[in-house]
């Protein structure tokens, strides 16, 4: 096929500011990778997009805990997974439980998907009692589906 480039599961990509170390997870746009190598920045380096990991993990006495089957988020900030979705990106699931003092999570890795969209200020009938049970609904499912791991920004 005249296509087809690679199966995905490793990409080549360029190294964020401050460069990448193999092992660690990294945000390239809306990607979630894996280095498999340590680069510079600037350089290429290859990032793991699939496939079962031991990440870093968010730990805290209470809230920071996951079942198997749970959604796991990644904090940009702090480098490490999370069980807290707000303001972190979804990047799969865990595959084990891990209670919320581990400081080391197995991730199933799961691309977010994306689809076109965004919050609902107003509807054509604004000012109606109407209108606005109907926006407040479509900002509900949209949460709801950014929630699922599924961007409607």
Do not use: C
């Amino acid at each position: 096929m005249k296509t087809f480039i690679q199966p995905g599961e490793t990409l080549d990509l360029i190294a964020p500011s401050g460069g990448v170390v193999s092992g660690l997870g990294y945000l390239i746009g809306g990607l979630f990778v894996i280095a498999s190598v340590t680069a510079a920045e600037g350089t290429v380096f290859a990032g793991v997009r699939v496939g079962v990991h031991s990440l870093a993990a968010t730990t805290h006495a209470t809230d920071q805990a996951f079942a198997a089957g749970d959604k796991v988020y990644w904090n940009d900030s702090t480098k490490k997974v999370t069980a807290t979705p707000t303001g972190n990106q979804i990047i799969g699931f865990a595959t084990e439980a891990k209670v919320s003092t581990d400081a080391v999570a197995r991730v199933l890795l799961v691309q977010r998907r994306s689809v076109a969209g965004t919050t609902i200020a107003d509807v054509p009938t604004a000012g109606s009692a109407t209108a606005a049970l109907n926006a407040a609904a479509i900002n509900s499912i949209l949460a709801a589906l950014e929630a699922a791991g599924i961007n409607v920004a």
